[in-house]
């Protein structure tokens, strides 16, 4: 199975800072990337797949990079709703994994 | 819009089973792969199982495999999820979640999710 590790798995921020999560494959998954928020008490919401494409719906703000084994998400500048958990997820091949989760908290 | 709404949660003993159901709309059903995807309390999400848009092929997590059994009716836009021999560490929202097109292996929309409990 492919492991999926982030990092940090929590991150203190302000509204407005940039902010940069890393996923780290345990073999190369190409660009079947995948990247969620969730929110307390909430159902994931899909925002980045294939390492880059923004999901229709989901704020410019939002932004995914990499390829092969190292990949991030970049959130621009914080805004309020932003404070919640992050997975990134492989779909290289089954079975899909799940990165550990990076909660993104309010400094 | 697209609509996923699970049911059948309970509490259950270990052992026992229980059936989940999700229903769909909004969408073409029988046209995209669905996954159960759960995540245990205070915990991580851990994919579960997908089936493809026809039934044709199905995959599974090992921690599930030989007790979990996914199946669709696509006639009643309706995704299951037979759980046998429930374990305690089986305990989590499930959710169901619908894909892109040629993307079987992504879950895109997710449902809100239906709570099993495994406890004596």
């Known amino acids: 199975d492919i492991q999926m590790t982030q990092s940090p798995s929590t991150l203190s921020a302000s509204v407005g800072d940039r902010v940069t999560i890393t996923c780290r494959a345990s073999?190369?998954?190409?660009?079947?990337l995948a990247w969620y928020l969730q929110r307390p008490g909430k159902a994931p919401e899909l925002l980045i797949y294939k390492a880059s494409s923004l999901e229709a719906g989901v704020p410019s703000r939002f932004s995914g990079s990499g390829s092969g084994t190292e990949f991030t998400l970049t959130i621009s500048r914080l805004q309020p709703d932003d404070f919640a958990t992050y997975y990134c997820?492989?779909?290289?091949?089954?079975?899909?994994?799940f990165g550990g989760g990076t909660k993104v908290e309010i400094k | 819009q697209v609509q996923l709404v699970e049911s059948g949660g309970g509490v259950v003993q270990p052992g026992r089973s229980l059936r989940l159901s999700c229903v769909a709309s909004?969408?073409?059903?029988?046209?995209?792969?669905m996954h159960w995807v759960r995540q245990a309390p205070g915990k991580g999400l851990e994919w579960v199982a997908v089936?493809?848009?026809?039934?044709?092929?199905?995959y599974y997590a090992d921690s599930v495999q030989d007790r979990f059994t996914i199946s669709r009716d696509n006639s009643k836009n309706t995704l299951y999820l037979q759980m046998n021999s429930l374990r305690a560490e089986d305990t989590a929202v499930y959710y169901c979640?619908?894909?892109?097109?040629?993307?079987?292996?992504?879950?895109?929309?997710w449902g809100q999710g239906t709570l099993v409990t495994v406890s004596s």
């Open positions: 909004g969408f073409s059903f029988s046209s995209y792969a």
């Open positions: 997820q492989q779909y290289n091949s089954y079975p899909v994994t």
């Open positions: 073999q190369s998954i190409n660009t079947w």
């Open positions: 089936i493809l848009y026809d039934g044709s092929n199905k």
């Open positions: 979640a619908s894909t892109k097109v040629g993307a079987t292996r992504l879950p895109d929309y």
